[in-house]
């Protein structure tokens, strides 16, 4: 299987968007958390389904909830650059891309 990695910044927003939903409505946060956990393994198990974009990237967009999985398939791994709410400001995301060109260890 391929090694994924995610970066620093994209875990806190995947905790931080686990603690507004488990906010919201008790165990809706425990929701999201196994769409992300779902969606992070149809991406490992098929990185390249998505298409490619001109910065490097893929995005794979999550069913229940309006986040997408930003991406980059590098090196031999898969490296997780964002868990961003659809909503929020584009392309904010940017400068995390050349932190995610180093080899996967």
């Known amino acids: ?3 994924m990695k995610i970066l620093r ?3 806190k927003e995947l905790w931080e968007a686990v603690a507004y939903y488990e906010e919201k ?7 999201f958390q196994a769409e992300l956990a779902t ?19 893929r995005r794979c967009l ?13 090196s031999g791994g898969i490296w997780i650059i964002a868990v961003a709410h659809c909503k929020r400001e584009p392309r904010y995301w940017d400068g995390r891309i050349r932190t995610s060109n180093g080899p996967l260890s």
């Open 25 to 31: 409505a008790p165990g809706l946060g425990l929701d």
């Open 1 to 3: 299987m391929i090694t």
């Open 39 to 57: 969606t992070l393994k149809v991406i490992q198990e098929t990185p390249d389904r998505w298409p490619l974009r001109e910065d490097g990237t």
């Open 62 to 74: 999550t069913h229940r909830f309006p986040y997408v999985i930003i991406y980059t398939h590098i």
């Open 9 to 11: 910044e994209a875990e």
